[in-house]
T-cell receptor
Framework: DGGITQSPKYLFRKEGQNVTLSCEQN?????MYWYRQDPGQGLRLIYY???????QKGDIAEGYSVSREKKESFPLTVTSAQKNPTAFYLC????????????FGQGTRLTVV | QKEVEQNSGPLSVPEGAIASLNCTYS??????FFWYRQYSGKSPELIMS????GDKEDGRFTAQLNKASQYVSLLIRDSQPSDSATYLC???????????FGTGTSLTVIP
């Protein structure tokens, strides 16, 4: 089945620790996105990538990093510089030229302990 | 950031009624408009897209777009309890590959 897979579903991070969230898609989509969702704040764009080896910052990129070494994969690292990382993280992909028509993964809920 | 505004609700309607969800956007060059449904604890799923002024119908859902007024809406006819969810409006602009979400409207359909 084609789709987009995020792992893990739940993740706990100690303060000062870096963690990496996985996102893999087999839809052959060129564009991939990372969003953060906090209660009452909708989805905010962290990073997006249109092609392999290229990515751009979104509105809230500080404290996060990404890579796009393969078309299928777009991992997100939450660094210790992100002061308030507890949130629901969503990865999405879309066909090039069909932005806005996105497929989402099931999300990763990150909690700082 | 491009602004996309939605009434956060909650909006409650009785089963069988019409639910009306509204969205306004600030960027006049916005080109494409989308409605996503998100059940509690789940990820969003695309339910409607609309690209030109007027109405677009898909089953019980109708999207309405008025670019002059910078307004897009979603009507849900014959609302069902299974329609209870948060509805997110999204807007894509001409430049770049981003699209922006509103904060969502929470809908509850009362049996």
């Amino acid at each position: 089945d084609g789709g987009i897979t995020q792992s893990p579903k739940y993740l706990f991070r100690k303060e000062g620790q870096n963690v990496t969230l996985s996102c893999e898609q087999n839809l052959n989509h060129d564009a991939m996105y990372w969003y953060r969702q906090d209660p009452g704040q909708g989805l905010r764009l962290i990073y997006y990538s249109q092609i392999v080896n290229d990515f751009q910052k979104g509105d809230i990129a500080e404290g996060y990093s990404v890579s796009r070494e393969k078309k299928e994969s777009f991992p997100l690292t939450v660094t210790s510089a992100q002061k308030n990382p507890t949130a629901f993280y969503l990865c999405a992909s879309s066909e090039q030229g069909r932005r806005g028509e996105a497929f989402f993964g099931q999300g990763t809920r990150l909690t700082v302990v | 950031q491009k602004e996309v505004e939605q009434n956060s609700g909650p909006l409650s309607v009785p089963e069988g009624a019409i639910a009306s969800l509204n969205c306004t956007y600030s960027d006049r060059v916005s080109q494409s408009f989308f409605w996503y449904r998100q059940y509690s604890g789940k990820s969003p799923e695309l339910i409607m897209s609309i690209y030109s002024n007027g109405d677009k119908e898909d089953g019980r859902f109708t999207a309405q777009l008025n670019k002059a007024s910078q307004y897009v809406s979603l009507l849900i006819r014959d609302s069902q309890p299974s329609d209870s969810a948060t509805y997110l409006c999204a807007v894509a602009v001409n430049t770049g590959n981003q699209f922006y979400f509103g904060t969502g409207t929470s809908l509850t359909v009362i049996p």
